[in-house]
C-alpha cells in the first residue's frame, strides 16, 4: 500500500503536556548521553549478516577521548532501563557494538550489550524523539499484552529491543514450516489487526511487526508485535490502520481466509476488544492522562485528521468523529467505541 503512506513523515517535538506526563510516569529522566552525541564518532565500518549481505548499518567507532564517556554514558542508560540505575546489577556487562541504521529517515543508533561472562547480548535504541513515536509507545504499553520499556531526555528517545522474528523474514522461512500451526497464527493475527485499529496504529506492514514464537505443551503460540510506531495516528487513510489490507502481509492473509469462517473472525474480534477493554478499565487514570495530552497535541496535518475523520465516520455510519479536530480525539472516539466490531478479513 506504498500509495497510502506519506513519503516522508514529520518528526513532531514533545511539547509540555507530553513532556510532564512522561516524567509524571518514569519515561522522562535526564540522559547522560543523547542523540546528537553520538553522531560524533570517527569512523564508519559497513556492517554485513551471516552471509555476507550488506545490512545497510554501520559500525561507528569514537576517537580514544570520545569512547569512554560515550560507552560509559550508554551502560548508564541501559542500567536505568533495566535495574532501574543500579551499576552493581550489570557488573559483568559491556557495550560491544555502536551501530547505526544509513536509511530511512530517523537514523536511529543499535547499541549492542554484551555479558563478558558468557557472550550473551541484548540490544536497545537511541533515536531522535518525535512525538507520534512516543505516544505509539505509550499506547502500545497500555492498550495491548506487551509491556513496553523505554526512556525519553528532550529530543532523544531510548528504547528496548523487542525479540521476535521479523514479519517478513517469517514469511519467507517459517510460513511452509510442516510444524507450523496455522490456524493459531491466524488467530493471532485477527487479533493484531484488531489492536491496531482500536488504537490507530498505521503501517504495520510484514516489516513492521515481529512474531514470537512460543511452545505450549503439544501446540505452539504466537505473538505478532509491533516494532515501528512512527505512523501512530499519522495517515489519512483508514485502510493504513488495518495491516489487512497490506500486500506483503498477503501470505498470512490467505491462511486466515483457509483456517477461519467470518463468524470465527468475529469471534477472535470481540475477544480481542473485551481485552482491550479490560486494559482501559485497569490503567484508567494513565490513560485518561495520555489522551489528555494527545488531545490537545498537534501530530498529524490538518488534512490527515479531516480525512480520517470523514473515513471513519462512514465505516460507523455517525458522525460523532467529525466533531474530532485531533488525532487524540479520534483515538479516543475508537476507544469509546469499543463494543462495535468491524468487518472481518
Known amino acids: 500500500m506504498p500509495h497510502l503512506i506519506s513519503r516522508k513523515k514529520r518528526i513532531y517535538p514533545v511539547l509540555e503536556p507530553f513532556a510532564a506526563y512522561l516524567a509524571q510516569y518514569d519515561r522522562g529522566l535526564e540522559l547522560p548521553v543523547r542523540y546528537d552525541e ?16 550488506d ?40 557495550v560491544d557494538r555502536v551501530d547505526l541504521c544509513t536509511y530511512g529517515n530517523t537514523q536511529p543508533f543499535r547499541i549492542r550489550v554484551v555479558n563478558t561472562l558468557n557472550d550473551n547480548f541484548d540490544y536497545f535504541y537511541v533515536k531522535r524523539a518525535d ?4 505516544y505509539g509507545l505509550e499506547l502500545e504499553h497500555i492498550l495491548s499484552p506487551n509491556a513496553i520499556g ?19 523474514m517469517f514469511i519467507r522461512s517459517y510460513l511452509s514450516d510442516r510444524h507450523l500451526d496455522e490456524v493459531r497464527l491466524a488467530k493471532e493475527f485477527v487479533k493484531f489487526n484488531e489492536r491496531c485499529f482500536v488504537r490507530l496504529l498505521g503501517d504495520m506492514h510484514s516489516a513492521n511487526f ?104 462512514e465505516y460507523y455510519g455517525t458522525s460523532t468523529f467529525l466533531r474530532c479536530r485531533r488525532m487524540g480525539e479520534l483515538v479516543s472516539e475508537q476507544l469509546a467505541r469499543l463494543d462495535l466490531p468491524h468487518t472481518g478479513l
Open 210 to 313: 515481529v512474531i514470537d514464537i512460543t511452545p505450549d505443551f503439544e501446540e505452539t503460540s504466537y505473538r505478532i508485535r509491533a516494532i515501528d510506531f512512527d505512523q501512530q495516528s499519522y495517515e489519512g487513510k483508514r485502510q493504513v490502520y488495518l495491516p489487512q489490507y497490506f500486500k506483503q502481509n498477503n501470505p498470512i492473509i490467505f491462511l486466515g481466509i483457509k483456517c477461519m469462517s467470518r463468524e470465527t473472525v468475529r469471534q477472535y474480534q470481540l475477544e480481542e476488544r473485551s481485552l482491550i477493554r479490560r486494559r482501559v478499565k485497569s490503567a484508567s487514570h494513565r490513560l485518561n492522562d495520555l489522551l489528555a495530552a494527545m488531545t490537545s497535541d498537534e501530530i498529524a496535518p490538518h488534512e490527515h485528521v479531516a480525512q480520517l475523520s470523514k473515513e471513519l465516520g
Open 55 to 94: 545490512t545497510l548499518w554501520v559500525s561507528v567507532l569514537y576517537s580514544a577521548q570520545e569512547q569512554s564517556e560515550v560507552l560509559d554514558g550508554l551502560m548508564r542508560i541501559y542500567a536505568q532501563m533495566k535495574a532501574g540505575g543500579d551499576l552493581e546489577a550489570l557488573d559483568h556487562l559491556a
Open 150 to 168: 523505554f526512556l525519553y531526555d528532550r529530543d532523544t528517545l531510548v528504547e528496548e529491543h523487542i525479540s521476535g522474528i521479523p514479519g517478513n
Open 131 to 134: 512525538a507520534s513515536r512516543l
Open 38 to 53: 553520538l553522531l560524533r564518532y570517527e569512523q564508519a565500518i559497513p556492517l554485513y549478516d551471516k552471509a555476507g549481505r
